[in-house]
Structures are given as C-alpha cells and as structure tokens.
C-alpha cells in the first residue's frame, strides 16, 4: 500500500494510466479484435512524439519562457533535404542521416543566436526561426515526392519481435536522455539553471554555452524525427511537422515535467504520447469528427492534468 501511495505521487504515471484507460475503452468497444494491431500503431505512432518530446523536454526543463517552436519546421527541411539527398539510393542512407543531424546543428545554432545577440524571447525567436526554416523547405520540395531508399523504408515500418522499429529507436534515445539528466554533469546544469538562472551564474554553471547545447539537442532530435518520419510515410511533405508543434509541448507537460523549468520527466514523455495517440484513435472509433475531437482532446488533457495534481506537474 505505501510502495502505491508512493508510486501515485509521482506525476508521471497519472499519464500511463490515462494510457491504459483509453486503450482498455477502445478494445472493449471494438471487442478485442485490434487490440494487437492498436498496440503496434500506438507505439509507432507515439515514437515520432517522443523523439521530439525528448529535445523540447530538455527546452522546457531550462526555465519560464524556453521553448522551441521550430520544431515542425525542422523535421520538414530535415526530411526534404536528405531524401533528396539519399535519391531512393540505399548506399545513401548514412549521408542522408548525417546531413539530418547537420541541419538540426544549423538550426539549434540559429535559434539561439536569435535568443542571445537580438535579446529577444525564445518562443519569438524560434518562431521566427520556423519561417526562414520553412521557406527553406518549400523552396527545396518545389512540390516533388522523393521516395526513400527501399531498405530505410523497410527498417521504420518493420519491428523486431512485435516491437516497431521506430519504437525502438525512440527507447533508446530516452535512454540516452536519461542518462543525461539524471548520470552528467549536463543535467545537474540544465535543472539548476531551470531553477533560477541567475543563481546558476552565481555557481559559476556555463549559461550560455548550456543552453546553446540544449537548443541544438532539440533540433538535433527533431531533425532525426524528420528523417523517420519522411522515411515511414514514403515521402517529405511540408505538413508533415504540423501536428507536432502543440504535440511536443503537450506530451512535455502531461509527462510530468515542470512547466517552470527546473525538473523534468523523461518516463512521462512516453506515457502522455501513447495517451495523445490513443485518445485520438479512441474518439476516431467512436465516430466523432474533427471538430469534436479536438474538444475533447482538450478537455481530457485538462482532465489528465487536475487529476495530476491540479498545477503544473512536476517531479519525479
């Protein structure tokens, strides 16, 4: 019973228990027949949330007013780019991730030049930032489809023992940005600058050069999410970030992590994307338009959140 008070006081799982309720009421209604398949979509599907979930996590954790909004931008370039780069060439596949990771080392820079030497907001300065990322991508599609290589095709729509592929790779980089918060010296930055920048100063912790590195992790990993993502649905499109500019920060601030910086959630990040995904396969299975659905959504968001604890959530 104490082992179960203590598990409940911790923000992050209020978000896999949603989880859990959104799928136990969608295979009911459908009688158990797609609960396997249901299973697998919801965990391919909530990767791509994760992996860029993970970079604004990072974003968030840095304090009041951190947060990137050229996220969906940067998977479009990131994914146009090297498609067109790779050429449906299965010996290109490397390059085109590599120049992914470049593109996502370009962007974080920008952003946080914008930040420092124009002094001006972050969520104004990756703002403008998406723009110029955005026109960048048109200008680079000009309306073609490219294909990706036959073998990166297969690998992000493929899994291993029942597991996606892509779930896979977004679990081992939420390993790896655990490893970061809770085992580097990173980490104990980040929090600590969260917690009160000017304080971090005083300890004599790298500002600056902390949260350049944090703005470009956050590219970094929504350009890999681009290349995924364009790879898995056969081709780039200048939408395909869209949805995930309320997403990241959603699943960042259902996760468990502390809308005023300082404390972050790398456990939550997962169970608030599966939740997301499942609620909108709940409502879609039930009938309800877009409309509706996007109410609803809000409302059980606000739900997740008071049941949490009525604040912005955070801690472990």
Known sequence: MIALRALGRKPWIWSFVAAILVWIITVLFTGGASSVGLSQAALTFAAFSVIVGIGQMFVITLGPGNIDLSVPATMTLAGTIALKLMNVEDSMIVPGLLVSILIGLGIGVGNYALIKLLRIPPIIATLSMSFIIQSAAIWS???LRIKPPEQLADFTTSGVLGIPNIALVALLLSA?????????????WISAIGQSMFAARMAGIPVDGTRLATYVLCAVLASICGYLLASFSGGAALNMGAEYLLMSIAVV?????AVAGGDSNVPGIWGASLFMFLVVSMLNTYGFGAGPRLILTGFIIIAVILVAGGRPVGGR
């Open 141 to 143: 599609n000009r309306g």
């Open 176 to 188: 790896l940005a655990w490893l970061l918060l809770e085992k580097t010296i990173y980490g104990r």
């Open 253 to 257: 601030i259902i996760g468990g992590t």
